[in-house]
T-cell receptor, first 114, second 110 residues
Framework: DTEVTQTPKHLVMGMTNKKSLKCEQH?????MYWYKQKAKKPPELMFV???????INESVPSRFSPECPNSSLLNLHLHALQPEDSALYLC?????????????FGPGTRLTVT | GESVGLHLPTLSVQEGDNSIINCAYS??????FIWYKQESGKGPQFIID?????DKRQGQRVTVLLNKTVKHLSLQIAATQPGDSAVYFC?????????FGKGTRLHILP
C-alpha cells in the first residue's frame, strides 16, 4: 500500500468555525508533512513531523494547529481562518526526512473559507 | 524535441516528440533534487530524483540532468504521450525541507 489518504476531499467553512483535516498512511513512514497550495502555485511547506514530533514549523499562523496522534495519522486543526486561507491542503509522508527519502503525497483537501 | 532555455509557465509539445522542462534552483547547498508531476485534482507524484554528486539520472522515458555550476535542473521526457499532460515541478532539498520551484504546464498537441 503506497497510498496517502486525506479526508475530507472538500471543505467549506466559515471564519468562526473549527474544523479538522485528516491524513493517514500505512506505509510505516516516520515523517509526515502538511503543505498549502494556492491555485497555479507550487506547494508551500507548512509543518514537518518526524517520529511523531513537530520538527519544522514554517512560521505558520496559530490558527493552523497540527497534531500527530500516532505514526500513521496527521491532523490539521483549523480555527478562525481567513478567506485567504482557501487553498488545497496536501499531506505527504516519507520513510525518513525528505532530504533522503521519496515523499508520497495525498490527493489533498480543497478548503474554501467563506 | 521542444526545449526551453529558462523556466516557462507553459510548454506545448507534439505527441511523440521529446519534451525538455527546465528549472533554476536557488540554493547552492541543496543536495537532493526531485521532479514531480501534478495532474488536475491530484497531489504531486514523484517522477525522478537526483543527488548532487551526480549530473545525470535516467528512468523509464525520463532523464534528469543537473548542472551545479549554473544551478540548473532539467527533465527530459522521451516520446511524449497524452498521459504526460500535467504540471511539472522541480524541487530542492535544503535542511530537510523540500522547496518547490515554479511549475511548468505541459500541453500535448495531437
Amino acid at each position: 500500500d503506497t497510498e496517502v489518504t486525506q479526508t475530507p476531499k472538500h471543505l467549506v467553512m466559515g471564519m468562526t468555525n473549527k474544523k479538522s483535516l485528516k491524513c493517514e498512511q500505512h506505509m510505516g513512514h516516520r515523517a509526515m508533512y502538511w503543505y498549502k497550495q494556492k491555485a497555479k502555485k507550487p506547494p508551500e511547506l507548512m509543518f514537518v513531523y518526524s517520529y511523531e514530533k513537530l520538527s519544522i514549523n514554517e512560521s505558520v499562523p496559530s490558527r493552523f494547529s497540527p497534531e500527530c496522534p500516532n505514526s500513521s495519522l496527521l491532523n490539521l486543526h483549523l480555527h478562525a481562518l481567513q478567506p485567504e486561507d482557501s487553498a488545497l491542503y496536501l499531506c505527504a509522508s516519507s520513510q525518513g526526512l525528505a532530504g533522503t527519502y521519496e515523499q508520497y503525497f495525498g490527493p489533498g483537501t480543497r478548503l474554501t473559507v467563506t | 524535441g521542444e526545449s526551453v532555455g529558462l523556466h516557462l509557465p507553459t510548454l506545448s509539445v507534439q505527441e511523440g516528440d521529446n519534451s525538455i522542462i527546465n528549472c533554476a534552483y536557488s540554493n547552492s547547498a541543496s543536495d537532493y533534487f526531485i521532479w514531480y508531476k501534478q495532474e488536475s485534482g491530484k497531489g504531486p507524484q514523484f517522477i525522478i530524483d537526483i543527488r548532487s554528486n551526480m549530473d545525470k539520472r535516467q528512468g523509464q522515458r525520463v532523464t534528469v540532468l543537473l548542472n551545479k555550476t549554473v544551478k540548473h535542473l532539467s527533465l527530459q521526457i522521451a516520446a511524449t504521450q497524452p498521459g504526460d499532460s500535467a504540471v511539472y515541478f522541480c524541487a530542492e532539498n535544503t535542511d530537510d525541507k523540500i522547496i518547490f520551484g515554479k511549475g511548468t504546464r505541459l500541453h500535448i498537441l495531437p
